[in-house]
């Protein structure tokens, strides 16, 4: 059982627009920024957003992230085969005093 | 290139020990804090453990606490993790992630501004079975 909460799955054709939710606590989300992980099949996640909604180096603008409250959100505009991965959520816990992930969303182009 | 690359890991029986490595470069190591996160297979990620940069301070998640031990060698560029008493549920790939913070305060009164990991290893995969 993960200490934030995501759907299991989320699908759209190419070019669509596809959005995973991620929902947290007080101490988590509610005090603290998000980030966000992509990993791709047989692959180690890799820093996807962070700071709630600014994006590394490299990553394409059609990925974008924003909270409120003690949710999160990250959306993937214009939707392409390669990012057919798991993505999931994370954030500093205060009461557990260290990082919590999501169980992780998978994403499938149809 | 900035990378981090793990190694270490195996078959081991339950109650077993093993000693994960984590060798860094392409960034100054001894600046940065470091992490040791797991992911059983099917599930999400889990974070084990906690570095400081010159290795004063450590946390551990309470499922690990105990049995594992980190450490580091900033002349080494390298990270570890000693784990043992290992159990079927230990069972996962080991990823050692570089941290980027900022906080105020100290101890348990610390405030994050922000907290994220931004550098990943590709992973050991460690395996408790009989």
């Known amino acids: 059982q993960s200490v934030l909460t995501q759907p299991p799955s989320a699908s759209g054709t190419p070019g669509q627009r596809v959005t995973i939710s991620c929902s947290g606590s007080?101490?988590?989300?509610?005090?603290?920024?998000v980030n966000w992980y992509q990993q791709l099949p047989g692959t180690a996640p890799k820093l996807l957003i962070f700071?709630?909604?600014q994006r590394p180096s490299g990553v394409p603008d059609r990925f974008s992230g924003s909270k409120s409250g003690t949710s999160a959100s990250l959306a993937i505009n214009g939707l392409q085969s390669e990012d057919e991965a798991d993505y999931y959520c994370?954030?500093?816990?205060?009461?557990?005093?260290?990082?919590?992930f999501g169980g992780g969303t998978k994403v499938t182009v149809l | 290139e900035v990378q981090l690359v793990e190694s270490g890991g195996g078959l081991v029986q339950p109650g077993g020990s093993l000693r994960l490595s984590c060798a860094a470069s392409?960034?100054?190591?001894?600046?940065?804090?470091m992490n040791w996160v797991r992911q059983a297979p099917g599930k999400g990620p889990e974070w084990v453990s906690y570095?400081?940069?010159?290795?004063?301070?450590?946390y551990y998640a309470d499922s690990v606490k105990g049995r594992f031990t980190i450490s580091r060698d900033n002349a080494k560029n390298s990270l570890y993790l000693q784990i043992t008493s290992l159990r079927a549920e230990d069972t996962a790939v080991y990823y050692c992630?570089?941290?980027?913070?900022?906080?105020?305060?100290?101890?348990?009164?610390?405030?994050?501004?922000?907290?994220?990991?931004?550098?990943w290893g590709k992973g050991t995969t460690v395996t408790v079975s009989s």
């Open positions: 992630a570089r941290v980027r913070t900022s906080y105020y305060g100290s101890g348990s009164s610390k405030t994050y501004l922000y907290y994220y990991m931004d550098v």
């Open positions: 700071r709630n909604d």
């Open positions: 392409g960034f100054t190591f001894s600046s940065y804090e």
């Open positions: 570095i400081t940069s010159s290795g004063t301070t450590i």
């Open positions: 007080s101490p988590n989300i509610g005090s603290n920024t």
């Open positions: 994370a954030a500093w816990d205060d009461s557990l005093n260290g990082p919590v």
